[in-house]
């Protein structure tokens, strides 16, 4: 569990941008597995979830329960992650 898993669960754009300018792992594996993209999705915030993904967070990344963001996702959310998906 990183700064940047706390910051996308509580849908802190702002310390998220920093974190990740600064240098911070938009892949980086916290609690069961969870990249900061799932907990972004959690938090419903799609700015956040675009932003991770521009820079480099990987849509399609499994827990140890073998969830995607995808399933966690709030349906404005869920759309543009299955747009990904169609330029797959």
Known sequence: WTALHEACSYG???VVTV???GGANVN???LDDDTPLHDATTSG???MVKFLIEHGADPFAKNTKGRT???YAA???LEYLQSLKAFQ
């Open 12 to 14: 802190w754009l702002e």
């Open 19 to 21: 974190l990740v300018e």
């Open 28 to 30: 980086a594996k916290g």
């Open 45 to 47: 915030n799609l700015n």
């Open 69 to 71: 963001p995808s399933d």
């Open 75 to 77: 349906p404005h959310i």
